[in-house]
């Protein structure tokens, strides 16, 4: 893995997930796009559904290792029953996943920050993984992050992959809007996404959505989160967040172009950027430079000895 250190600007990035629709998936998306020239509401109601609903897949075995060595819990959500883990002592650091994840696969992180003397916790997002739940938004997610923090104590840190990285950029906006002063000290950010309405309307051309239907499409979500798409993008929210970051992305990155890393990097006062090169958008998750570098950032930038009692390493069911 070739490795670079540095801040950069560049081009925004032109997806925010993966959009690699399956042939039923996408038979159905051009059944909605016919809809949406003679009924564009209809085709807006069903193109919402198909855009909040997260993909599942079923956990390979390292991550299955991993959550058996964890202390189980989880936590009431509104609707929702979110599942969380947590594993050793001392301050929290909060592993993030992204659309379609699970908390697991950022669980290469987990060992090595324990053995530091943190503790680390993870959870499944609404709708995503071992949680309950089908359609989700990122305010809906981001909720589900701080009922998290809110059980298992003050979050000193976070390691965020992807949609993750909005979704904890989100939750720290509103923690600071709500006067909350207790918050992390830094945040790792992995393959970020910068541009949310570009996925926005790639997923209405992949539909062949009319105009009609993409801009009853635009209003349903945006009445949906109460916020315009361009909210969610991350150097937007940048600017607005004081913590330490530090942006990990791989050139090679199919999913999550490195220049939306490079964007985020750049809007991020004082952000450190790491490029690789050959991992793509997953397999950065497990390399063992990567987890080096994030571990690394995570012990200078988080205090551990300012008098912090160290917090119960089980996370208590709260449903």
Do not use: N
Not at 196 to 207: D, E, I, M, Q, V
Not at 247 to 274: I, K
């Amino acid at each position: 893995m070739a490795a670079s250190a540095g801040i950069a600007a560049g081009k925004k990035s032109t997806i925010v997930r993966s959009l690699k629709p399956s042939i039923w998936q996408r038979m159905v998306m051009s059944g909605v796009g016919g809809l949406s020239w003679i009924a564009p509401g209809i085709a807006a109601r069903f193109a919402e559904q198909m855009f909040l609903t997260p993909p599942r897949h079923a956990a390979p075995e390292r991550e299955r290792d991993l959550v058996a060595r964890a202390q189980a819990g989880s936590v009431r959500v509104m609707r929702h029953r979110v599942a969380t883990w947590t594993w050793g002592s001392g301050p929290r650091i909060l592993l993030v996943h992204g659309w379609g994840g699970r908390g697991a696969q950022l669980g290469a992180f987990a060992e090595p920050l324990v053995a530091q003397g943190f503790s680390v916790a993870w959870f499944d997002g609404p709708g995503h993984g071992a949680s309950s739940g089908r359609r989700v938004t990122i305010p809906e997610i981001a909720t589900a992050l701080r009922a998290v923090a809110d059980a298992i104590g003050p979050v000193r840190g976070i390691v965020a992959h992807s949609g993750g990285a909005v979704v904890s950029g989100w939750a720290v906006r509103q923690w600071l809007l709500d006067g909350f002063v207790d918050l992390p000290e830094a945040i790792a950010l992995i393959a970020p996404p910068a541009d949310f309405g570009a996925y926005f309307h790639r997923f209405s051309r992949l539909c062949r959505l009319s105009r009609a239907g993409r801009s009853r499409f635009r209003d349903r979500l945006e009445a949906r989160v109460g916020e315009s798409l361009e909210a969610f993008d991350l150097p937007r929210l940048a600017g607005e967040l004081p913590l330490a970051a530090l942006v990990v992305h791989d050139h090679e990155d199919a999913e999550v172009p490195w220049t939306a890393g490079a964007a985020v990097a750049a809007a991020w006062r004082g952000a450190e950027l790491m490029t690789t090169g050959g991992l793509g958008h997953r397999r950065i998750l497990r390399d063992s430079e990567v987890v080096t570098r994030v571990t690394g950032f995570l012990v200078a930038r988080v205090p551990r000895d300012r008098g912090h009692r160290e917090e119960r390493a089980e996370l208590a069911t709260l449903c």
